[in-house]
């Protein structure tokens, strides 16, 4: 047996340091291509503002990108780190992603970065605007490759369990990186990016409206940030996850847990809209539902069925006995891997084989295990279904409150020319929302993967390495006054920049006054 | 499906491309560790610290990725080694990210208030950043060297059992010390090739001159402390190349003087060393007469050199276990599976060249010596 100590911090060391890291990923996502954007337009026409607009956003851009670069040096060990018998059980899997992104992806990016902010005047505008555009593109694909990863744990297609090796092992690279939940997660999480930026760019540019300040800056930034942002904020709506969530049983445990839905309901299922989760009595008080909805972006169809939490404990029991019988024939193997008819019984049951590990939370020996620890074990494949039912709601209702918030800058910004000061009040307090949404909806889909680490295949408590909870706490603690420190900085740093803005110290200084005046 | 190259074959493929990551590691981030531990030493005034961080600026975050590059290759073709370095070398790896961190904020926060307080404080952090990390990885391989004290269960899950304190032991500490004297070298190369004449730059010329000397005398020292007092390990049993990674598979004993076996076996495996040892030569004459060229040729070729050397040494062992022998990670135990190692392979022969050009395309664009005035502009750092 595993001391849960260990996974348990190490757990809150994982989730502390990647949402750390991911404070600063969806800005540099989204602010890369609106650079481009600006820079493109720059290009196209020439004129002075454009570029200054470019410069400054790409100041912000600057700060912001090397925290997102340095804490994603941190999350490439950590695996390794406190996760070492994960390492070892998938690393023939999930180490090919990472390794590709490094190559594919951050190479580009890093690389080019530094000609970004260095070769104004060593290179020509369209050069320049070339590097700009590969640095966009690395950040996108590096996203791209990190979601195909992080899919792989969500539903772990094209691979197999090798008893020789005692490790998955990959039999198909193309469902690996073709997985559908890869595709939604990367829309959606690129998308939720193109709309913090926009949001970003949206609520400092309003704050300069609302103190009269880079008026000519501010206005074209605006009205940039403000259509790119619609098209992006319908996007993660519309595009939202959830279309991935009919695919594997813990997907479908997770759209019942963030729905609190406890049994079956007859197709098409509704959505509750409010509603008060109580986990001992296994029921939802006071629901208040939207009939069909649930349904319909769950399964894309009017007859699909959306099970309910009951139902899927009761598959998660049947799963574990069989689990069980393959775990045994795993150990068979072991003593003599030329055992015929535990190959069979192997081939027949391995699809079990997690399930089976999870007793090991209660048992050494997982065939040892009584009726109870079964049922017990089958209920530990319940996430948490208050915390994913609230996370879910906040989420899903910023998102919303984006579209409108969007629309009416559009309209204001685009059509009336001019936007009322209610409105760049709204957008200004609206900054810290899409920062919100993004950490909430990690901790929606990581939450919600409990208790496992790869779905079906090994649970959380047993990828950890074999460190002390000491060890763990050490680094925690370290990690914690480190990234701390960097944050008050990098926040400082953001805040004063944004206060000389554009044009250094005075606000009105000539290069500004022109670039107002050209503007009216 | 079968595969056109195989399993031995991709196994030792990826031993060398380890070894080309290590490499590209250390030849282009590994003078930016050596400039930022030179920056106390040859930048006394803010105006020669601009000068010597912005000879690295624009570059460094593109050479981090081969670390990072590092990481991912090793995950994906070792996980193994992986799984068991990074668990085992725990808070060494803690203190090796700390560092890193501090080196990216350093560069892009250092310049943007003028307080002498602030930037103080950056530059500590960027000579920490520089310094700390370039240290640990000798001491890393040192211990490496030496076999570290993990052994794997039944179920191949590793338990290490010694401590930080463990990891500073005499071998290792002199393993550590060629590390950052190499990299020092480098570093002083860089800047006797990028930065304009002057102090910083006659500095740097009058410390890369020593420790070019003292890489060479510290490796003779640890080739002979190999030879004399050495560890080593071998396998005890017949070998199969193409069986499943297991490392429990295979027998393995402990062998004092081994590693020097392979030099025995294939003479021609001695280019490493004198390599290493003629471009720590060549570094030094060249940092002396202050010549752009010979000064970073020698110290990429010593660079090369000793970690081939220390590859080499060992072949086939990656990761040697002194506490349970047969635990060892080999080439021939602990890759991923065939199939993957073939991905990979043409993922990195694609890539690979590609990464290359561009790097190469940056390089060419930011040519030329960098003035004191450019380096003090608003737009560097």
Redesign the interface.
């Known amino acids: 047996m595993i001391d849960t100590t260990v996974a348990d911090l190490s757990r809150w060391q994982f989730a502390l340091t990647a949402m750390y890291h991911f404070l600063f990923v969806p800005l540099t996502l989204g602010l890369s291509i609106l650079l481009v954007i600006m820079e493109s337009v720059y290009v196209m026409t020439g004129r002075q503002v454009w570029k200054d607009i470019t410069k400054f956003w790409g100041t912000l851009f600057?700060?912001n990108f090397?925290?997102g670069?340095?804490?994603?040096?941190?999350m490439?060990?950590e695996?390794?780190?406190?996760w070492?018998?994960y390492?070892?059980y998938v690393?023939?899997?999930?180490?090919?992603p990472?390794?590709?992104?490094?190559?594919?992806a951050?190479?580009?990016e890093?690389?080019?970065?530094?000609?970004m902010?260095?070769?104004?005047?060593?290179?020509s505008k369209v050069a320049h605007l070339a590097t700009t555009a590969?640095v966009a593109l690395g950040s996108n694909l590096s996203a791209l490759w990190i979601l195909i990863a992080n899919a792989w744990m969500q539903n772990p297609v094209g691979s197999t369990f090798?008893p020789?090796?005692?490790?998955m092992?990959?039999?198909d690279?193309a469902a690996v990186i073709f997985n559908p939940v890869a595709q939604a997660k990367f829309v959606h999480t690129v998308s939720a990016g193109y709309v913090t930026a926009a949001i970003f760019v949206l609520g400092v540019s309003a704050y300069y409206l609302l103190k009269n300040k880079n008026v000519g800056v501010a206005r074209r930034s605006m009205a940039v940030a403000a259509s790119f942002g619609l098209a992006s904020a319908l996007s993660v709506v519309v595009l939202g996850d959830e279309s991935g969530y009919t695919l594997t049983d813990n997907q479908k445990m997770k759209l019942a847990a963030l729905e609190a839905m406890w049994e079956t309901e007859k197709a098409p299922a509704g959505l509750n809209i409010f509603g008060i989760p109580d986990v001992e009595e296994r029921t939802t008080h006071n629901a208040i539902k939207i009939p069909y909805v649930l349904g319909l972006i769950a399964t894309r169809s009017l007859d699909g069925t959306v099970e309910g939490i009951l139902p899927l404990v009761a598959v998660a029991e049947e799963r574990i006995e069989n689990g069980v019988v393959a775990y045994d024939a795993v150990q068979k193997l072991?003593e003599d891997p030329n055992d015929i008819s535990a190959r069979e019984t192997f081939e027949a049951s391995k699809r079990d084989l997690g399930y089976g590990l999870l007793l090991k939370r209660y048992v050494a020996d997982p065939r040892q295990a009584t009726k109870e620890q079964i049922q017990k074990a089958a209920w530990d494949t319940v996430p948490n279904v208050p915390v994913l039912f609230w996370v879910f709601r906040i989420m899903v209702g910023i998102g919303f409150y984006f579209i409108a918030l969007f629309a009416g800058s559009f309209y204001f910004a685009s059509v009336q020319q001019s936007a009322p000061r209610w409105l760049l009040r709204l957008a200004v307090i609206s900054i810290p929302l899409p920062w919100i949404a993004a950490e909430v909806g990690w901790l929606l889909a990581e939450h919600g993967r409990q208790p496992w680490i790869i779905e079906g295949v090994l649970p959380t408590f047993l990828g950890v390495?074999?460190?002390n909870a000491g060890?763990v706490m050490?680094?925690i603690i370290?990690?914690t006054a480190?990234y701390g420190v960097?944050a008050i900085?990098?926040i400082t740093?953001m805040l004063?920049?944004i206060g000389i803005g554009p044009y250094g110290h005075k606000a009105t200084k000539p290069a500004g006054a022109a670039a107002a005046m050209i503007d009216r | 499906m079968e595969l056109p190259l195989d399993y031995p074959t991709l196994r030792l493929i990826w031993w060398a491309l380890l070894g080309v990551l290590l490499i590209g590691f250390s030849l282009t981030d590994g003078y930016d560790l050596g400039v930022a531990t030179l920056l106390p030493f040859v930048a006394k005034t803010d105006a020669e610290r601009r000068l010597a961080i912005n000879t690295i600026?624009?570059?460094?975050?593109?050479h981090?990725?081969w670390?990072?590059?590092g990481?991912?290759?090793?995950?994906?073709?070792w996980?193994?080694v992986?799984?068991?370095?990074?668990?085992g070398f725990?808070?060494a790896?803690?203190i090796v990210?700390?560092a890193?961190?501090l080196?990216?904020?350093g560069?892009?926060?250092r310049s943007?208030r003028e307080s002498k307080t602030w930037r103080g404080m950056w530059d500590w952090a960027l000579f920490i950043g520089g310094f700390v990390p370039a240290l640990i990885f000798g001491v890393a391989v040192g211990n490496v060297l030496q076999g570290v004290p993990f052994r794997l269960d039944?179920?191949?899950?590793?338990?290490?059992e010694g401590g930080l304190f463990g990891l500073l032991n005499p071998f290792a500490l002199l393993a550590g010390l060629i590390s950052v004297a190499m990299l020092v070298t480098h570093g002083a190369a860089w800047l006797i090739v990028k930065a304009e004449k002057g102090p910083v730059r006659d500095r740097a010329a009058a410390i890369g001159q020593r420790t070019a000397l003292a890489t060479i005398i510290l490796f003779v020292l640890a080739g002979v402390w190999l030879a004399v007092a050495g560890p080593g390990y071998r396998f005890a049993g017949e070998v199969d190349f193409a069986g499943?990674?297991?490392p429990l598979r295979n027998a393995v004993v402990a062998e004092p003087g081994a590693w020097l076996g392979n030099y025995k076996t294939y003479p021609l495996t001695m280019i490493a060393p004198v390599v290493g040892m003629l471009g720590a030569l060549l570094a030094f004459l060249g940092i002396r007469a202050k010549r752009e060229f010979p000064s970073l040729a020698g110290s990429a070729l010593a660079i090369a050199g000793v970690i081939s050397t220390v590859g080499l040494s060992m072949f086939p062992f990656i990761l040697p276990s002194s506490l349970d022998p047969n635990s060892s990670l080999t080439v021939w135990d602990s890759s991923?599976?065939h199939?993957?190692l073939f991905?990979?392979l043409i993922?990195?022969v694609i890539?690979?060249p590609i990464?290359l050009l561009?790097?190469g395309w940056?390089f060419k664009?930011?040519w030329g010596r960098l003035s004191t005035e450019e380096a003090t502009s608003p737009?560097?750092y």
């Open positions: 600057g700060i090397v925290l670069v340095a804490t994603g040096v941190t490439e060990f695996f390794g780190m406190n070492s018998y390492s070892h690393g023939d899997i999930f180490g090919a990472l390794a590709i992104e490094g190559l594919m951050f190479f580009l890093a690389t080019l970065v530094g000609l902010f260095f070769g104004w005047d060593k290179l590969a090798n020789d090796t005692m490790r092992e990959v039999t690279f072991r390495s074999s460190l060890q050490g680094t370290g990690f480190l960097l900085i990098e740093l004063r920049a | 600026a624009p570059t460094w975050e593109g981090q990725v670390f990072i590059l990481g991912g290759a090793i995950f994906a073709a996980p193994f992986y799984a068991v370095s990074f668990s725990y808070y790896m803690f990210l700390a890193l961190i080196r990216p904020v560069f892009k926060y943007k039944g179920d191949l899950r590793s338990y290490y499943p990674s297991n991923s599976s199939f993957t991905f990979m993922v990195t890539f690979l990464v561009y790097t940056v664009v930011l737009s560097s």
